[in-house]
């Protein structure tokens, strides 16, 4: 037990530099290809209740990018459980800005979303934190 609460730790401090949060919220790529940001239609989030986000992608230069599929997968690492919904990005909304619904949270503590951006066949992911 003592072990797997170790690993799992570990690689959650693995992940975390690859997740780099800007001053401005918002997070690069693995790769380097998009930088992403959200707003919550909740604020604060609020533990049970299911909400959509807006979530923004751009060029590293700061350029809105248009025609991106994004999928979202996430859990919580040091609990071995994902999401209790399945989000599904629903509307290009314009301006780099998705419309990413079925957003929940059923307990509070640290949450990782792993999002993918493909845009014309250029596919990257970042880790997004949040502590609830």
């Known amino acids: 037990m003592a072990?797997?609460?170790?690993?799992?730790t570990a690689w959650v401090f693995l992940l975390l530099p690859l997740a780099a949060s800007a001053e401005d919220d918002s997070w690069l790529t693995r790769s380097g290809y998009y930088r992403i940001s959200y707003k919550?239609?909740?604020?604060?989030?609020?533990?049970?209740?299911i909400h959509s986000w807006v979530v923004h992608i751009e060029s590293?230069?700061?350029?809105?990018?248009?025609?991106?599929e994004i999928s979202v997968t996430g859990g919580m690492?040091?609990?071995?459980h994902g999401l209790p919904t399945d989000?599904?990005?629903?509307?290009?909304i314009g301006n780099g800005d998705y419309r990413?619904?079925?957003?929940?949270?059923h307990m509070?503590?640290?949450w990782e979303l792993l999002v993918t951006i493909?845009?014309?066949?250029?596919?990257?992911t970042v880790i997004v934190p949040l502590d609830l």
């Open 3 to 8: 072990r797997t609460f170790l690993l799992q």
């Open 40 to 49: 919550s239609e909740l604020q604060p989030i609020e533990i049970n209740r």
């Open 60 to 68: 590293p230069a700061g350029e809105p990018l248009l025609g991106a």
């Open 77 to 80: 690492p040091l609990h071995n």
């Open 87 to 92: 989000p599904k990005m629903t509307t290009e």
């Open 100 to 105: 990413l619904e079925g957003v929940r949270f």
């Open 108 to 110: 509070n503590g640290y």
């Open 118 to 124: 493909d845009v014309d066949g250029k596919r990257d």
